[in-house]
């Protein structure tokens, strides 16, 4: 264009008559160019926006019904399903891959799970508008597990349905329950053990709205709920595989029930139990049966009572069957409410203090444990929900234990996150445990709830604190584990001497309990620092047969208080001679809980110093100390209560006025609450399979999560090195160690 214009320039130069045409020309010839430089980009702008609009294919999967997992029906011996792969682009789709998410190293899912195109093939191309078939078979012959719940990835070319860039593949829910007996019952049993206490509060609400005035039937109801709950969990005992693992699928949980909650917030109802959990569900069940008896005695507002009875047992079901940390959260929250008010309304002179304190306390450590979950949920990367929906963020235990959170490198204020985010779980477990120095809120809690609280509180709620333990902490960081397993340990051991010589101070029979139940859950914290197969069994051994002896002893304290009112151990003597009964039942909790021999509280105490002596020799000698004094506070409380002369003053207490001055013997009730506890102290004592069956597998596994030799590993002590040393390679976890150990359960993400 330069060139024309140079041109018609030299022309009108040279030729002085056409000067004017020449002025015109030039003028047209400059206006020209600048037309055409704007014009030709703006040309070419529409050109690759064709370019970019080429045909091209867009995925969608479809399923009946949407937005749920593809039912897999019986066919024969086998399952199958299917779902459509839709092109709803303009061009060709490619689909190159069709693949289950599983792999022998990461076994999600089942064996015997496969998924194939239509018609054959490892791949297809897909015209727009069309539709090719997935086929998904489980061949369930050998096959363990009897429910299915996992994913089929489709990989293509092309990008998702609304999507404008290529993104991560597409995946499809698929599920499969095969049955194992009592129908939908036997499909749902968590769910239903978990919310059938509800009833009973619906049932409240119902009885208030129609005035109805004979609360006693609403006591019976709690019993009778309570006592479906206690068969539906023996149903559940018989059931559970004993051998089942992860390589068996599922992530090695059972009776497990999933699916979306809150789909906005990658929220799922997800539940399911394995070999830690199962045992804490049967002492739930148990426990809530005997509170449900003990009960009894309590004579006011009745309505009320029982309402937030209900609550708090649907709320402990919970937080053991809960696989989604946002599910584990809410019942975690919701055991706080009618906890507060049972202690508050219906305990002792300080009931308010007491009410209080446990729910200050509680609610401190559920901040910690909030800010922990929020932490996981923020940095989870790439999962599915259960139907398929792919998502950046989300709670589920078992998906957040794939990722290689130390390799992630982050840091929290300059400290590395999973320390900073392993101590806050830690700190909102150990005031559940409670575990020294949270441990003040206890003592007041115990000797201010009524006696079917206290049963409640140390039975079951105690062990939520180790129970979250292992559930969160050893599984989703086991290198954090690693280092703070020490100081784990050492804490369990100031717990043992602490509750113990504080037990040996008190005069007051109920706080001697709950101060030994504070000696007593520092035995699981030393097996839980000691990472060992023997020490993480006898925390959940320890666990067990607590919850069994504290109930116990929870409950016979009550007997007494309700004939006296009081526990004051000074003010007792020769009880044997009126009590002979009350006395047997006592001498065997007193006995349980010293760890005799022959009794079920003797297996927890043993297997920790097995499990434990290997890595903590010191710390370990020194918790044998507590079992001295733990042996001594409870036969001086024995002497000083049952045996020597009997105190006639009693004989003209107002109190025994309507006994003619002697002391009622146990009642039929009072032993129908106390008798099961026994039986099993007993039975567990001389066999203790039935428990240790249940959690062999699940210690095993989470013995190859935090401390990796193999499942045949026994505890030994460090021999080449020095013990220094040998702490200090274990401790020494660096981001580059952490992805190598992740790096296999990472690889199907």
Known sequence: MSNLFNMGRGFALASPAGSTSMKLLTSLLAALSVVLGVALPALAQPLEETRARAPRGQIALRAEPAGAPVELTARGPDYAGSFTIENVGDGPL????????????????????????????AAAVIPPGERRKVEVRWRTAGVRARELYGHVVVESDAVAEGAAEPGRALAMGIHAERGRGLGFI??????????????????????????????????LLTVVLMGVNLVLAAWLYATFDRGFTRADGNDGYQFIEHGVWI?????????????????????????????????YS?????????????????GMYGVFIALDLFLFFVFWEVMLLPMYFLIGIWGGPRREYAAIKFFLYTLAGSVFMLLAFIWFYLNAGDAYLVDGQATQRIFSIPELSRVAWVAQGMEILGVSAVKVVWIWLFIAFAIKIPMFPFHTWLPDAHVEAPTAISVILAGV?????TYGILRINFTLLPEATQWAAPAMAAFGVINILYGAFCAMAQSDLKKLVAYSSVSHMGFTLLALGAMTPQGIQAALVQMFNHGLITGMLFTLVGVIYDRVHTRDIDRFGGLASEMPLYTAFVGLAFMASLGLPGLSGFWGEAMTFIGAFARYRALTILAAIGVIVTAAYHLWALQRMFLGKFRESWRTSKYLEPFGGRFPEIRGREIASIAPLAALVVVLGFWPRPLLSLSDRGALEMHRLVDRPGQFQIAAAPRARGAGEAASALLDVTPEGAAASQVVLASTR
Do not use: C, W
Request: hydrophobic residues 50%; neutral net charge.
């Open 263 to 295: 789909r906005s917030l990658s929220v799922e109802y997800f539940v399911g139990v394995d070999g830690v959990s199962i045992s804490m569900v049967l002492l739930t069940a148990l426990i809530s049966f005997v509170g449900a008896l003990a009960s």
């Open 461 to 465: 709620l105690l062990k939520m604190g």
């Open 186 to 219: 036997g499909d749902h049993i968590l769910s239903i053990l978990t919310f059938l206490p509800l009833l009973g509060v619906v049932a409240v609400f119902l009885a208030h709205l129609l005035r109805y005035q004979d609360d006693r039937k609403l006591r």
């Open 298 to 314: 309590i004579h006011d507002q009745l309505k009320g009572y029982f309402a937030m009875y209900n609550l708090l047992v649907t």
């Open 94 to 121: 490619r689909v190159t891959r069709v693949v289950v998410r599983t792999s022998a190293e990461d076994p999600r899912l089942p064996p015997g799970v496969s998924a194939e195109l239509e018609g054959g093939g």
